[in-house]
């Protein structure tokens, strides 16, 4: 079964300074890998999305991520953290059996002046 | 492109009536809508698949005949939950999806409030 853990419930930067939120995932399948942003009391907006095209995939506003099989990892990064950046957000994988989104339980992006 | 609505935005009802929620594909046609339900600080559940023209999916532990959806056109579902009560207080959130990818285009989300 395809799962994805994002490490850190929480993480702090200052803005100008890079980002990264750590995702790891489990999968016996080549996987679909997705990473979405959550503003407060707002839906989901795709950030970007792995489908084994390229290993670093670049998303909207400035963030990316890279595919690493041999460490089974899809974390997300950003140079410079911006205030609007703050946030919640979502790795996801996709089940291979069904399509459906599996959710990592959500990292909370601080960004501090 | 890939726009969702979700209408309303925020509902407030009194204990035992029902809501409806309405989800819109804006500028696509949707082969499979999806609903989710989401508490405070926590990640999204799946409550139901449905695809158009047929009965929906529910995940287990959904009441289908508390969380009634409707799938009647490629581009609107609807959530009716019925003789709401407080603990059905929440934010509801669609997606929409095609057959040609497994990308999920997520609605704005409905803030639920049952007094």
């Known amino acids: 079964a395809q799962s994805v853990t994002q490490l850190d419930s929480h993480v702090s930067v200052s803005e100008g300074t890079p980002v990264l939120l750590r995702c790891n995932y489990s999968?016996?399948?080549?996987?679909?890998l997705f990473w979405y942003v959550q503003h407060p009391n707002k839906g989901l907006q795709l950030l970007l999305k792995y489908t084994s095209a390229a290993t670093l995939v670049k998303g909207i506003n400035g963030f990316e991520a890279e595919f690493k099989k041999s460490e089974t990892s899809f974390h997300l990064t950003k140079p410079s953290a911006h205030m609007s950046d703050a946030a919640e957000y979502f790795c996801v994988v996709t089940d291979y059996n069904t399509d459906k989104l599996i959710f990592g339980t959500g990292t909370r992006l601080q960004v501090f002046p | 492109g890939a726009v969702v609505s979700q209408h309303p935005s925020r509902v407030i009802c009194k204990s035992g009536t029902s809501v409806k929620i309405e989800c819109r594909s804006l500028d696509f046609q949707a082969t499979t809508m999806f609903w989710y339900r989401q508490f405070p600080k926590q990640s999204l559940m799946l409550m139901a698949t449905?695809?158009?023209?047929?009965?929906?999916?529910?995940e287990q532990g959904v009441e289908k005949d508390k969380f009634l959806i409707n799938h009647a056109s490629l581009t609107l579902s609807t959530l009716t939950v019925t003789s709401a009560h407080p603990e059905d207080s929440s934010f509801y959130i669609c997606s929409a999806g095609t057959d040609a990818t497994d990308t999920q285009y997520f609605g704005p989300g409905t803030r639920l409030t049952v007094l």
């Open positions: 449905s695809n158009e023209g047929s009965k929906a999916t529910y």
């Open positions: 999968s016996s399948y080549s996987p679909s």
